[in-house]
């Protein structure tokens, strides 16, 4: 039965030349379940599993960032009091100006350490009840219990930072042919079934970490849970379409866009939970989260943008007024950046591991034996390897060749490039704002789960 | 394992390679002149399609009307559904996730291509990477326990019997370790072994040059390589289901395999039990009320008293009591080993107590 069997172990009548086909066919079933194995399931067996590993990455570093998180939102709320920054600056958009914002640069102590970060705030009008004067205190009554519920409960189920992606309904019968690669139907995808935010990990008050069920990614915890119940949680959200463009020779050029990465991991916890009732006159009640953003443990070229901060904080608070007016103030704070990109030129290593990649396809796996080992060995070879970051390293350059004057009369500087970073958050959060009003207009009720649509509850489409 | 890549566009390759494949077995099958080419060709497109909806779970299922083909895609999307679930699934091992992913399952009949899915996982996870006597042993240990934990009390043994055909089909060089430690263990572990073995020798890659020979080559395997009698007849019950589930709707190449092989079946009823698992399959996939083609084949004049022996026989004397057995215990597990069916009586009249398995 096993490959080696030696000639007693052969069935009676069976002859070598049998037994040899049966070995060879063994080999070719392994290599080829292997291959198809690998295609399917997305990693050989014997990889790294996705979902299982990078939830379990993730969980050990939510801690750690949680804390950093901690220490910046203390700094912040010690600084915003007094508004002053070491650095600010006025940030704007074309039109719906928010009614305050701007961005700054500073030092704030985290983890004991001094850390250069910058940040922005805004705060924008989000809603305001369309009532009679003498009616508008029982509304804005009525308005401040439908709000708790929208920014405790419901708001993380269905917010997202992207813009929402349109599509037609189209059903056709399954295509069973190769047709299928020419098919303009669209694709159906998992993915756009759900909003931005995912729920990962939790772990409970006195007790261990544990995975969401895969059922409930979607729905995320209310959050005064965060109170008593849950010690962090950790979610991911989906931000497409989030680059920064670099034009090294100016407007109207081209340009380099880089697709920072495509989604982040944050966890929450109950310090960033605002749950306030007539905190003071005029005010009615302030309902907020925010979360501390989580290193992505897997590197990769980008060396700044979400999942690469070293320590960022969002905060996105709804304050309610006496009159029912609803503004939204939001805060985001992170490290300023060391790098932008990281390329490593490394021609020997790129040389074996195409080396490997192509023998391997060759021989659908069945010298993997042999040139695995090879390839490590080859791969250990001592040898220099250049890093270099083409964003900064520009910007250095620049610099150092017109002796200042590009940082001076070009704004080609890292300051430049901060701030772009900044308007780029500044913008993605005053969409993802924006985007939540019409989902809150739309529910009549929001105190009444029961008459919520189903997309509403379990924050994702059916 | 090799170090190839595993990019996002793997799976749409790999699908696409299907479709090709079966579209190729399609125009081949057209074109032959002979029924016995024919039907082998039919029967490597039925595995090309049953693959490639395994591979496209349940995403593809939506929208699509009612009907035996449909029914019969979604038992295979859904297999593919839980096999994707459980592998994509998080922290606390497979366990914990496995058993929410069965608690959801939309209904009962979703129950068995779920556990089957979860199996396949839970199998891979078991044997993936360098493995040697040691390791191997606490894998399947650890395979066990999270298999019996996770599934629902009952379907254990569908969640068991996807090592067989893991280990035979992704690392057969360790399929000797494995079955001599389940007979170590002595919990009657083997007969599940050997099942899915039998159900992996039905869709070994090396078998696909020679489609009109394939399931013949099969059975020669399953008579072969188990190591004594009941295992060979847990094989040969694995294959035999294998068999009928894929070609459910054209048990023409039922039939054919009948007339061809038929004589080389072992005594007993092996092949038996594993035609009436699938056919309980089905049943309970569909809650009883569809029929398939297998039901209503009438076979040509050579196959007929095959048919009528190894087929039509069974279905009508054993299949109802069967059926009857399982909701009566819940063991539903059970359908993945060879049992002897003589202890399955004629119909009984139904019981107002009969129990309801989840």
């Not at chain 1, 004057?405 to 958050?425: G, P």
């Not at chain 2, 395999?257 to 594993?274: K, N, T, W």
Request: aromatic residues 10%; glycine residues 10%; charged residues 25%.
């Amino acid at each position: 039965m096993s490959s080696q069997r030696e000639d007693a172990d052969r069935a009676p009548g069976e002859t070598p030349a049998a037994s040899a086909r049966d070995d060879l066919e063994r080999s070719l079933d392994r290599a080829v379940g292997r291959l198809v194995h690998a295609l399917g399931s997305g990693s050989p067996p014997g990889s790294r599993q996705p979902g299982g590993d990078e939830a379990t990455e993730i969980a050990h570093l939510a801690e750690e960032y949680l804390q950093r998180g901690r220490d910046l939102l203390h700094w912040w709320k010690a600084r915003s009091d007094g508004g002053s920054f070491a650095s600010r600056f006025e940030l704007g958009r074309t039109f719906n100006e928010a009614t305050e914002s701007y961005g700054f640069f500073d030092t704030a102590e985290v983890g004991g350490e001094s850390m250069p970060v910058m940040g922005n705030f805004q705060e924008m009008s989000y809603d305001r009840p369309k009532s009679a004067p003498q009616g508008s205190g029982a509304a804005a009554g009525w308005l401040r219990d439908q709000m708790r519920e929208f920014v405790l409960r419901y708001f993380m189920r269905v917010s997202d930072f992207r813009e929402p992606e349109g599509f037609a309904e189209t059903w056709r019968p399954p295509l069973s042919t190769i047709f299928e690669m020419l098919s303009w139907c669209p694709e159906e995808s998992e993915e756009l079934r759900g909003f931005g935010f995912q729920q990962l990990v939790y772990k409970e008050r006195g007790g261990g970490v544990h995975p969401f069920r895969h059922e409930e990614r979607y729905r995320i915890v209310d959050l005064r849970d965060l109170l008593e119940r849950y010690e962090w949680i950790v979610v991911k959200v989906r931000i497409f379409d989030f680059r920064v463009t670099v034009r090294p020779f100016g407007a109207g050029t081209p340009e380099i866009s880089l697709p920072l990465q495509e989604a982040s991991y944050l966890v929450l916890s109950r310090d960033f939970v605002e749950i306030e009732e007539e905190p003071e006159p005029g005010v009615l009640a302030r309902y907020g989260f925010g979360y501390a953003f989580v290193r992505d443990p897997r590197p990769g070229m980008l060396g700044y943008g979400p999942g690469q901060f070293d320590a960022a904080i969002e905060t996105i608070h709804f304050h309610v007024a006496d009159d029912g007016s609803v503004r939204v103030p939001m805060v985001f704070v992170a490290n300023r950046p060391e790098r932008v990109a990281t390329v490593e030129v490394d021609p020997w290593r790129w040389s074996v591991e195409l080396g490997r990649r192509l023998g391997d396809l060759a021989t659908l796996g069945l010298a993997d034996r042999w040139i695995a080992p090879m390839a490590r060995m080859m791969g250990a070879v001592p040898r220099p390897r250049l890093r270099f970051d083409p964003v900064l390293g520009y910007v250095r350059f620049a610099d150092a060749v017109s002796g200042g004057m590009a940082a001076s009369r070009l704004c080609i500087d890292r300051e430049q490039l901060e701030k772009d970073f900044l308007v780029k958050h500044y913008m993605q959060h005053y969409q993802t704002i924006a985007g939540s009003l019409a989902t809150w207009r739309l529910i009549g009720d929001w105190c009444d789960e029961a008459s919520l649509p189903a997309w509403v509850v379990e924050g994702r489409r059916p | 394992m090799s170090a190839l890549p595993s990019p996002p566009w793997g799976r749409r390759l790999l699908t696409a390679g299907l479709a090709a494949g079966r579209l190729v077995a399609g125009a081949v099958e057209s074109a032959l002149p002979g029924e016995s080419g024919r039907t082998g060709w039919q029967e490597l497109g039925n595995k090309l399609d049953a693959f490639r909806w395994f591979q496209e779970g349940l995403v593809a299922d939506r929208g699509e009307p009612g009907g035996v083909d449909a029914t019969f895609r979604r038992l295979w999307r859904t297999e593919g559904e839980g096999y994707r679930r459980a592998t994509e699934s998080a922290v606390e091992g497979r366990g914990a996730a496995a058993v929410a992913l069965l608690r959801s399952a939309p209904g009962p009949g979703d129950l068995l291509p779920l556990h089957a899915g979860l199996g396949l996982a839970l199998a891979e996870r078991a044997v993936q990477g360098e493995v040697d006597g040691t390791h191997l042993a606490v894998r399947v240990d650890r395979f066990v326990a999270t298999a019996r934990s996770a599934a629902v009390p009952g379907w254990e043994g569908t969640v068991l019997e996807a090592l067989g055909l893991v280990v035979r089909t992704l690392r057969p060089e360790l399929l000797d370790a494995v079955d001599r430690h389940l007979a170590e263990r002595g919990e009657g572990l083997r007969g599940h072994l050997w099942h899915g073995v039998g159900r992996g020798l039905y869709f070994l890659p090396s078998h696909v040059p020679s489609p009109a020979a394939a399931t013949a080559r099969a059975l020669e395997k399953a008579l072969a390589e188990p190591p004594d009698r009941r295992r060979r007849d847990d094989a040969v019950a694995g294959l035999a289901w294998a068999l009928t589930l894929v070609n459910l709707l054209h048990p023409r190449v039922v039939e054919r395999f009948l007339v061809r092989c038929g004589p080389r079946l072992p005594s007993g009823d092996a092949f038996e039990h594993g035609v009436l698992s699938a056919l309980v399959v089905w049943h309970r996939a569909t809650g009883g009320g569809m029929e398939t083609p297998l039901h209503r084949h009438r076979p040509e004049p050579d196959g007929a008293e095959a048919w009528a022996y190894r087929v039509a026989g069974p279905l009508r004397d054993r299949f109802s009591g069967l059926v009857q057995e399982l909701d009566r215990t819940g063991r539903w597990g059970e359908l993945f080993r060879h049992r002897p069916l003589q202890r399955y009586a004629e119909a009984a009249p139904a019981e107002d107590s009969a129990r309801e398995a989840p």
